[in-house]
């Protein structure tokens, strides 16, 4: 039973985790709203935005980096679980 209670704790956390992470995207995506209605074409990408508006597409960068570094340190993570399981096997 005590197994069973750290797997549904564990599984709670992840599932709280991934609803941040797309809740972060979302609330940076409606403050990025207001960049599409100012937009001009002929000023271009960057010299159309406003101080908000670039830092919160610096923002919106950085989450993405840091959300690889973070799918990059589940997957070692996985693996090196997978490793000492397969290599406890061997012995």
């Known amino acids: 039973m005590d197994k069973i209670k750290k797997i549904i704790v564990t599984v709670i956390c992840w599932l ?13 995506g409606l403050f ?15 010299w159309s935005m406003n101080t908000t508006e670039k830092i ?5 960068y950085t989450w ?7 799918f990059l340190c589940i997957i070692v ?5 997978i490793y000492k399981r ?5 012995i």
Do not use: H, P, Q, T
């Open 32 to 46: 990025l709203m207001g960049y599409e209605d100012n937009y001009n074409i002929s000023v271009g990408e960057l």
């Open 16 to 28: 709280i985790i991934i609803v941040a992470d797309y809740g972060a995207f979302g609330i940076i």
């Open 86 to 90: 397969i290599k406890n096997k061997k």
């Open 64 to 70: 993405i980096i840091l959300n690889i570094i973070g």
């Open 77 to 81: 993570y996985i693996g090196r679980k």
């Open 56 to 60: 919160l597409y610096i923002c919106y």
